[in-house]
């Protein structure tokens, strides 16, 4: 059983920085790209970037391009979201998010993915 565990949510003042992890168990990590979301209350829940199975390609969304960096640890069997010069826009719960087949490509869809975390609160106070 595939399991995602994000952490390292928490309250911070615009322009600000966090980093959130997601810790996968289940399977082969190296096998599958991943994927970032966040969700704000009574919004959709939106990609926030992806990277390759390779860690070598990495796709952001235009909101947070330039800002956020997404890395992986494949001998940790972890995906990280760097976020920079936070916005009081960046609040929501962010999930992380792998597909079911093994893939190198990224895909900006919630359709894309099959197994998500319990998602953690990222609040940015202006």
């Known amino acids: 059983q595939v399991q995602l565990v994000e952490s390292g949510g928490g309250l911070v003042q615009a322009g600000g920085s966090l980093r959130l992890s997601c810790a996968a168990s289940?399977?082969?990590?190296?096998?599958?790209?991943m994927g970032w979301f966040r969700q704000a209350p009574g919004k959709e829940r939106e990609f926030v970037g992806g990277?390759?199975?390779?860690?070598?390609?990495?796709y952001y969304a235009d909101s947070v391009k330039g800002r956020f960096t997404i890395s992986r640890d494949d001998a940790k069997s972890t995906v990280y979201l760097q976020m920079n010069s936070l916005k009081p826009e960046d609040t929501a719960v962010y999930y992380c998010?792998?597909?079911?087949?093994?893939?190198?490509?990224?895909?900006?869809?919630?359709?894309?993915?099959?197994?998500w975390g319990q998602g953690t609160q990222v609040t940015v106070s202006s």
């Open positions: 990277i390759s199975r390779s860690g070598g390609y990495t």
């Open positions: 289940g399977r082969t990590f190296s096998k599958y790209a």
């Open positions: 998010a792998a597909p079911l087949y093994s893939s190198d490509v990224v895909v900006a869809g919630t359709s894309g993915y099959d197994y």
